[in-house]
């Protein structure tokens, strides 16, 4: 039990435009869904705290305008980059919980590429 | 959250104990100690929790001090899939806490 879907496992797009990404919790309903972006050789960076029904909250130094979140139902959120540069491309990872304060599970990630 | 020390890296032989250590000497009465770790180009894994009594599980061991202060994380017998980097947070139960990550130990099992 427990699965956090996902999609797309990788993606390839022109700079300029714009992507989304799906996280899904399969078996579960997950009120709160956080994103993470990581980069070559470092470890997970949080980007914001997902809320469903209610605006995302951003950590510092993530642009809200540029990095749209939208948790519209209790088992997907989505994270919409937009006007995508190359400096954008990074590994996208989601994660949520089924529980309150234990065993957090991730999705398998996004690999963003921007040419 | 409180902050955690791993070493960036470790080797293991293949069948031997793998023995990963985290140093969390500011963690707070009502905080956990979590361990997962990430294989390439994966999602992180989950892989243990505890509060201040050892847990196993199918997957590994954790062995908490009795000060709470540092705790190890220990593979039996590590295989080359167990190649990957370990993480150590500590957070507090109840609520959707947030999960930050700290550059964590990253494992090299060797044939």
């Known amino acids: 039990g427990a699965v956090v879907s996902q999609h797309p496992s990788r993606v390839i797009c022109k700079s300029g435009t714009s992507v989304k990404i799906e996280c899904r919790s399969l078996d579960f309903q997950a009120t709160t869904m956080f994103w993470y972006r990581q980069f070559p050789k470092q470890s997970l960076m949080l980007m914001a705290t997902?809320?469903?029904?209610?605006?995302?909250?951003?950590e510092q130094g993530v642009e809200k305008d540029k990095f749209l979140i939208n948790h519209a139902s209790l088992t997907l959120s989505t994270l919409t980059v937009t006007s995508a540069h190359p400096e954008d491309s990074s590994f996208y990872i989601c994660?949520?919980?089924?529980?309150?304060?234990?065993?957090?599970?991730f999705g398998s990630g996004t690999r963003l590429t921007v040419v | 959250d409180a902050k955690t020390t791993q070493p960036p890296s470790m080797d293991c032989a293949e069948g031997r104990a793998a023995n990963l250590p985290c140093n969390h000497s500011?963690?707070?009465?009502?905080?956990?100690v979590y361990w997962y770790r990430q294989i390439h180009s994966q999602g992180p894994q989950y892989i243990i929790h505890g509060l201040k009594n050892n847990e196993t599980n199918e997957m590994a061991s954790l062995i908490i001090t009795e000060d709470r202060k540092s705790s190890t994380l220990i593979l039996p017998h590590a295989t080359l899939r167990d190649t990957a980097v370990y993480y150590c947070?500590?957070?507090?139960?109840?609520?959707?806490?947030?999960?930050?990550f700290g550059t964590g130990t990253k494992l090299q099992v060797i044939p």
């Open positions: 997902s809320n469903e029904g209610s605006k995302a909250t951003y």
């Open positions: 500011t963690i707070s009465g009502n905080e956990y």
């Open positions: 947070i500590v957070r507090a139960s109840g609520g959707y806490q947030k999960v930050t």
């Open positions: 994660s949520a919980t089924p529980d309150r304060g234990y065993g957090y599970t």
